[in-house]
């Protein structure tokens, strides 16, 4: 992870309160496939809904424990996984 590297945070009314570190692809992506087939794995709802009507991609994934989108939560540096997966 190189400085300046970093993803906004916000809070639930989309206003951003503060910066976090992006983590490097290859972390990214072994946290991706460790995700990819967890059952704490779940499509968010709301999401594919929005994605369909505009005919994007459906691949939209959330974890059940925490409530985070996989691909945001697997690209900050300092996430971790609730159950202690990665
Ligand atoms: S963050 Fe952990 S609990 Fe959540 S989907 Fe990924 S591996 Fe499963």
Redesign the pocket.
Known sequence: MSAGEQVPAYDHQGRIIGWLPIADAETAHARQE??RY?D??EQIPFVGQMMDFFGADLSQYR????GCP?LS?TRVATST???G??
Request: overall charge positive.
């Open positions: 460790i995700c967890c704490r794995l974890c059940r424990e925490c996989i939560k996984c609730p159950i997966k990665w």
